[in-house]
């Protein structure tokens, strides 16, 4: 609007539509509301873990409280170990996809080549193949170089993600031309000007795009079923499948339990971590 | 000339690694799939022949497959928009100052983070008659028991209620962050001339989250389309059918009738649908960037 | 992998060269060894346990068991595998995916390898209702060859809530034997509340997923056979099998004494522990967990007879595959044959309420034991007697999808049973036609 440099943190300015009084009151009641309606299903898994399985379907408020769920859950399956794996796992694939990303998003942002638009229709073309429709050939491929029952091969066919070239492609785009022009004048390669001057402003893309990859590799099923045989390499979405048992019916107690164990450090995380990420996705002006 | 030539030999080289990957694992079994849906599947007596369109027509002519297809449609319908604008009404909220907000945005957030497959399960336990949670609740109202995944005419609502759910929190987080970066200065402008609340967020907020609600949009539709988990759960896609989305039927043919060619051609009519819609999206989404 | 090219290659190399003693030669084969269940659970210590006993007898043989989920994950990695060229030598798959196996080529008879005497005593020990699953081909039944050999197998049978019965005034220890017995006792034994709203059904059998398998129960019951044991023509159409339909759709519709729409199979346990319903239909795989969590004393039973009694056979079958060498195939076989001895088949099923496999399992000191102590796992064994071979065909999930959603639409009502199975009928002749 004008030429004053930056905005002030919101925090110091009134926001003259930020809601007063009553309908502050509506608005926080209706939210509310929401986010109770929403946290519901872990709110559920919370009840029926620390709860007897008669307990699962009857809400008593006097029911006594028990760890015996998670001890079952627990036994069911070589859990620690699916920790590490899982852990390898997204680690792995967040590496790989920051860096073929960063790589990838700076040559479409700033480079300007022959078959640049080429290049980035087709790599656009991958937000739309699913991985899971592609299955058949993928497990081909990797069997075809020995690969198949490893963590690498849950890993390979996400290295390269769509999503996180887009991303960093635009959050790259928003950097002042300026910055680059004066790196490079000071006779920086186009590698050093990629570390000194892009990557340290797309911090907050790099820790919002982190979030969605490990929660979406933290949570993938189908693929990792596929491709993994034993303990040593399978994660733990596939370790809660034993409690899918189809001749038994389900039993929810221990579901519950498995649910909430599996997924309790990305629910930490979120928790201590959340100011931070919403931070970064603010910042890093996903749009 | 020679300065053109090393950018593209740079430009190539950066992107190299990310397009060998996407080559191996994307474009290549892709290409695969549409080559495979010209031939018929390849039985052990029977090697694959060419067959031209004969599994296009046997696909026009499959009563399940344009079943699969309404519903989809259907599902998409029902999940993007109210997905979309209860990720917009959630960011609205937790952007103003109400009460428990770092709570409220965290309860928003959840189901991104548990596992659908385990989810499911959960929300199974939500619909069962009888003592389910939705009939314990509808009890005390005296409403009367209903078999929501048992029923073909709410079963499709059900599950599409289980994909909103799963999805508003996480596209609530972009819009948060969007909404974040528009200036106070717009909203002093805006009461100065004495607008309302109402004309602010239509005139001003809403246009500058125009290139959010497309990238939103964009992965609302892909995910329309590639949610699978909870059906597998859930419903099985029946009762007959009336579950059965486009995926979950390829999954289906490919890996439980063994019809590896005609797996491929509904991939490839889906990968079209989504190409389509996708190319047609991101023009629009290029162009709005720009404006800016 | 490198080595089993290479064990392939000497095998190959040994029939071309007709020197039959190099596979031998060498120290140790590996086995791999699908298994449908999840990795975890008891049911995998104890596979783990035969592993090790079993190598302990055989030390030339090095077995891995791979846990591979539900049998829908286990063909769909066997059979990934095996088109991608390294599938596992041995595994245990859904008998009704014989048809299928045979036509991908992946699996080999075992007829090769049954050559002596006992060899030929052990293949005819099995029950006969699961060797109907088990063998096909040719015209006269000796040119039948073995696919399958039955290991983890169930049936239907009838769970009754014998408190609940009391409560209606029958007598807890006897279960319905009839079909219309079945529909008096449910009368009698679904409540209802003032609003008219149903407390508790009075008999439930779930329609969710497979409902094929259950409901052949009914169609045995009135008479009719799915499908031929060619696996080529199917029957859905024929007058008892709508007449079993219609007395399943009347259950719901007509006498109100089973919940309307579709009955989820998961849940259906649970149902009956929450005395929501007083009588289901489920698997002999269910015992071990009803009789863990139910908190009222319940009985276990025959299906009750329509025209007469009947029931399918279900659960898995090993399989050898096509595609392992020789010396692979010889030590599969071996363990086969070790693991179905009588002792073994019958600590199994006492261990997972699976049905032991052969007759004389249940002549061991450990099941005559068991079953004294616990009566209802006698059951199971009763009904095999009537018991018919699980509805399976070539293209059998594609065939049996058709009868499927037929039952679904009867079942909510949107198509009548005669329309129902007719459209089912025709469907499958379609698919079938290309096998005859």
Redesign the interface.
Known sequence: MSAAPQPAPSATRADPYAPKGLALTLESTGAILLALLWVLPLAYAVWAAFHP??YT?RFVLTAPLTLDNFTRAW????FARYFLNTFILVTLILTFQIVLGTLAAYALARQDFWGRDVAFVLILAQLMIMPDAL??EN??TL??V?L?DTIPAIALPYIASAFGIFLLRQTFKTVPKELDDAARVEGASPLQVLMKVYVPLAKPTYVAYGLVSVSYHWNNFLWP??VT???ES?PLT??L??????????D?AVICAATLMTSAPLLVGFLLFQRQFVQSFMRAGIK | MTNRATATIHGWLLLLPAMACLALFTHWPAVASFIESFYSTP???RPARFIGLENYQQMLADP?FWKALSNNLWFALGTIPTSIALALLMAVWVNDRIAGRTLVRMAYFTPTILPMIAVANIW??FY????GLLEQITGLF?A??T?W????DTALYAITIVAIWKEAGFFMIFYLAALQAIPPSLGEAAAIEGASRWTFFRRIQFPLLMPTTLFVLINAVINAFRMVDHIVVM??G?????TTLLLYYIY?VG?????TAYAATLTCVLLALLALVAFVQYGWLERRTHYQ | ??RREFLGGTAALASATALPGIARAQSTTELSFFYP?????PITKLIDTYAADFEKDNPSIKLKP?Y??????TI??A???H????PPVLSVLLSTDMF?LI???AIVPFDDFIKTDEDKKWLAGFYPGFMENSQTGGKAPNEKKTWGIPFQR?TVVLYWNKDLFKEAGLDPEKPPKTWAEQVEFAQKLTKRDA?G???QWGIQIP???FPYWLFQGLSTQAGAILANAAGDKTDYANPGVVEALQYWVDLAQKHKVH?????????????FF?K?VAMMW??T??LT?VRA?A?FPFGVAVLPAGKKPGSPTGGGNFYLSKKATKAEQEAAFKFVRWITTPERAAQWSINTGYVGVTPAAYETEAMKKYVADFPPAIVARDQLSSAVAELSTH?N??VT?AL???L??A??G?KAPQKAMEDAQAEAERILKAYR
């Open positions: 399985a008669e379907t036994a069911a399956a070589p299955i058949v497990y081909r069997a075809k020995n198949i079923l596929l045989n034993s303990v399978r596939v370790g499948q034993v409690f899918s048992s189809a001749d038994q019916g389900i929810w | 039985k052990a007596r399940i199974l336990f069962t008659p009888q003592y005296g009367r028991s078999n995944l048992g029923s073909q419903t099985r029946g009762p007959d059918n009336a289906q890996f439980g009738f063994w019809d | 992998m490198d269940v999840a990795v975890g659970g791979i591979a989920g539900t049998y829908q994950e769909v990695k059979l990934t595998a088109k991608s060229g390294t299928t036509d991908e080529e169930s609003a709203n149903v407390t329609s969710s997923g919940p309307p729409g579709i009955v989820e199979w998961g849940t259906t346990p649970r149902d929450e929501k489920t698997t795989g269910n967990n969590n908190k293209e999930q594609r999808k499927n959603d037929g679904q639409a079942l909510t949107t």
